[in-house]
């Protein structure tokens, strides 16, 4: 993530990370995919989505087996969490 910084090279920064569970290629943002839905939505006139992939890496974590099993704890989180929003985004159209 980055934002506006007039006193940066190419006046641009870097932002922190602010997720408490973050994913080794940045934020979890729940919240931007249904904002994204509901432009879409008003924009298009209710357009059909399908929502291909919408993934996330946890670095070591995707490699830890437990009797052969990947605890995925962090995974399991993140699908939650846009299952979750988007079933909500749905209830609000």
């Known amino acids: 993530m980055v934002k506006y910084d007039k006193s940066e090279p190419f006046e641009i920064c870097n932002v922190s990370n602010p997720d408490k569970g973050p994913s080794v ?3 979890f943002s729940p919240e931007a995919l249904v ?3 509901k432009k879409f ?6 357009p059909t989505f ?3 992939e919408y993934g996330a890496g946890f670095g070591l974590a995707d490699k830890k087996f437990n ?3 990947i605890s995925d704890k962090l995974r399991v989180d993140y699908l939650k969490r846009y299952v979750s929003a988007v079933i909500e ?3 609000k159209v």
């Open 25 to 27: 290629n940045g934020p």
């Open 35 to 37: 904002m994204m839905m």
């Open 41 to 46: 939505d008003i924009q298009y006139s209710h």
């Open 50 to 52: 399908i929502i291909t």
């Open 67 to 69: 009797d052969g099993i």
């Open 89 to 91: 985004a749905k209830k």
